[in-house]
């Protein structure tokens, strides 16, 4: 069961090009692709004509041709010319899904179109700024979209899976965070004081003494999450808003279900400082990349023991609560989906 009337990442805009790209959201097969002249388009990736997947054609100026018998679709859809035949049928189009390049990212509409309003995609203005410099890339993630949505609403996990890359106290096990229920989403964070700095915070930062820590997570219906982390000296005003001893991070994590139990998982480090510098880029991505994958690697354990990404019937703890909430709004958003109109 998915949100169908969302935005979802299909790609970072930076992968797309004229070569068309077959990729699996929500269960439906969809192509991806740039015309000539620049524009990003999404099609059912299965010709009208004989079912031969579009994605196996080519880019011609401003249209996708299939590769069987060269029928020739627009952007949005439409058979524009049938190889050796004048009449075009009606008929004859395949699905268009909106798609809207916004902050470095192509979003998809796999829901009703007529309800894709693109004002709705969140604002992460720091994957395009000059004040940011991000570092995204891809995993593939062999498990339900929601286990990771629940992973990365919990901070608990931190001290214990990541403790090669972003865990650096024992005590962030059991530092208390603070949950909020937002219109449509959920917010968790906390701050940890004078605490031993992560091993990639230290590196990245030049941290030789203990930091001030935080930890704000954003997560915003249905699979757009955003943390704001960062580590400053301890005792150098970072709880009280002067940042300027410390080093500031978007972690940007863009969901989409591609099947009931995988994931296409996009992800983006965005630092305020070292900016453009490419030591500092490797560094961040290298890092941000080895602990996302340490996730990857226990979702997709944690997947074959549950069904579809349930947690019907195992017990929660209070460091649940941020995931529940989000859960419950999910739920409350699919039925309102499935709901006759
Ligand atoms: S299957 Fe696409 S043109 Fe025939
Ligand atoms: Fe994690």
């Known amino acids: ?165 972003i865990a650096g106290d024992p005590r962030e096990a059991t530092t208390p965070t603070k949950t909020e229920r937002l219109d449509n989403g959920v917010k968790v964070g906390r701050w940890m004081i004078d605490f031993v700095p992560p091993p990639l915070f230290a590196k990245a930062g030049n941290f030789t003494t203990n930091v001030d820590r935080w930890q704000h997570v954003t997560w915003k219906a249905p699979a757009t999450v955003y943390l704001d982390v960062g580590c400053a000296k301890t005792g150098t005003g970072a709880p009280e808003g002067d940042r300027s001893q410390g080093i500031s991070i978007w972690a940007t994590h863009l969901v989409t279900p591609e099947t009931e139990t995988s994931s296409h998982y996009l992800f983006c480090f965005a630092r305020n400082f070292k900016l453009g510098d490419p030591t500092m880029s490797k560094l961040l991505y290298d890092g941000s990349k080895a602990t996302f994958m340490e996730d990857v690697e226990i979702l997709e354990l944690q997947q074959a023991n549950v069904a579809g990404g349930s947690i019907d019937g195992l017990v929660d703890i209070t460091a649940d609560a941020a995931q529940l909430q989000a859960r419950r709004l999910m739920r409350q958003m699919m039925q309102a989906e499935s709901a006759p109109a």
Request: aromatic fraction near 10%.
């Open 1 to 165: 069961m998915f949100v169908k009337n969302g935005w979802y990442a299909a790609s970072w805009v930076k992968d797309l090009g004229e070569k068309p790209v077959a990729r699996t959201f929500l269960g439906e097969k969809v192509v991806l692709f740039r015309t000539t002249d620049g524009k990003a388009a999404a099609l059912q990736d299965r010709c009208c004509h004989r079912a031969a997947p579009l994605s196996s054609g080519e880019v011609i100026g401003e249209s996708l041709v299939c590769g069987y018998h060269g029928l020739r679709f627009a952007t949005d859809g439409r058979c524009v010319e049938i190889p050796g035949q004048k009449e075009i049928p009606a008929r004859a189009r395949v699905r268009s899904y909106p798609l809207v390049e916004r902050w470095s990212v192509a979003w998809i509409w796999m829901g009703d179109p007529a309800k894709a309003d693109p004002a709705k995609i969140e604002e992460l203005p720091w994957l395009d700024s000059p004040e940011w410099t991000a570092t995204p890339g891809y995993l593939h993630l062999k498990a339900n979209y929601q286990l990771l949505i629940d992973n990365l609403l919990d901070l608990t996990h931190v001290a214990y899976i990541h403790r090669r890359t």
